[in-house]
Nanobody, 127 residues
Framework: QVQLVESGGGSVQTGGALKLSCAVS???????VGWFRQAPGKEREGVAV????????YYGDSAPGRFSISQDNVKNMLYLQMNNLKPEDTGTYHC?????????????????????WGQGTQVTVSS
């Protein structure tokens, strides 16, 4: 069974940067693994996803060029580099996995077919 543990969140000012990490245990080959976020009172938003079968990357509408997802298959780690952060990026960021690789249909579809996700790491961006 896949387990995911996030780290790297924190409080930054507008324009700052953070790099989130996700330690993945269990095999995720063939999965789509990625990040979603949730702010208080708002729905989950898919941020970025990697199809581990081929490495294709998909970004959600909430990550227009400022975020970058990457993975280290040797260390079983998933990362999210976030630059030029804005207050609207505030929220809890979760890494997640979908064994059916539905990210090929888009980040939104992936978000609705998750099999596992972590507890999340808080990101707070102040103006």
């Amino acid at each position: 069974q896949v387990q995911l543990v996030e780290s790297g969140g924190g409080s930054v000012q507008t324009g700052g940067a953070l790099k989130l990490s996700c330690a993945v245990s269990g095999s995720t080959y063939g999965y789509c693994v990625g990040w979603f976020r949730q702010a208080p009172g708002k729905e989950r938003e898919g941020v970025a996803v990697i199809n581990t079968n081929g490495g294709r990357i998909y970004y959600g509408d909430s990550a227009p060029g400022r975020f970058s997802i990457s993975q280290d298959n040797v260390k079983n780690m998933l990362y999210l580099q976030m630059n030029n952060l804005k207050p609207e990026d505030t929220g809890t960021y979760h890494c997640a996995a979908d064994r059916r690789a539905t990210c090929v249909y888009g980040v939104g579809t992936w978000l609705n077919h998750l099999d596992a996700w972590g507890q999340g790491t808080q990101v707070t961006v102040s103006s």
